[in-house]
């Protein structure tokens, strides 16, 4: 009975013990698993918080850019109204006079030499206009298209149309308004430069909660995935990703370019 009596008591302890090791292992295995969490919940803060910075210092970056291009553009809007277009008015002015001052059978071989320095001169004056982030702010996003449309026009194209779908709102933030025009204007420009169109179009879709802007041209086109990326097509990328705005291109050889930016109102 004794010896009986001492292996229950011995197997009771054993299971006490073992029923204690195993909640030992439990507590520690338990400690184990909310450190290892804990640990990713901090690492993954961490790299969230990293990849916030670069973002946030990528962002400073990209916006002192446009900044100062915006600055330097304003400075040679300037330059070609108050100097160039002084010139050319001069110009003009000392060709009349000349014109006055000899026989009539000679005036006539000025009449080209005029008309080109008088065209020269509304040139350059449009193209100040353009480049001055002032005026665009003063005349507006859709009549600075507009006219950025007109002067490529009378340049080569046999038609630069703008169209406008919606019923058109205003711009929480007036500085975006000269970010998607000098985005508009960089892919007109690479088309007078590069796509050897004859016509452009620009459509604004005015929508809820977004503008829809999509411009094209009908020129040679190119393949969209072996084109290098030149510094027009990242400058582009970079001003619509400072607004938040979605940025498209597509192209085929024979195609032309499409470019679309959705751009969030909100």
Known sequence: MIQAKEQIVSTTSERHLLVYMILVLVV???????FFVVFQKRKNKLILDKIKQKQAFEEEIAQAQTETQEQTLKNVGWELHDNV???LSFASMQLSILKMQV?????????DTSEALKESLKEVRAL?????NEVILNIGFEQSVYNELERLKKMKFASA????????RPFNNKKHEIILFRIIQEFLSNSVKYSEAENLSVTLNYQPKNLIITAKDDGKGFDIKTVEKGAGLL???????LINADFELKSEVGKGVEMIITYPFN
């Open 28 to 34: 520690i295995t338990s400690l184990v698993i909310v």
């Open 85 to 87: 277009g002084q010139l």
């Open 103 to 111: 026989s009539d059978d000679i005036k006539d071989k000025f009449k």
């Open 161 to 168: 149309q703008k169209h406008t779908i919606g019923e058109k």
């Open 128 to 132: 100040s206009r353009t480049l001055n």
């Open 235 to 241: 400058n582009m990328k970079s001003r619509a990703s």
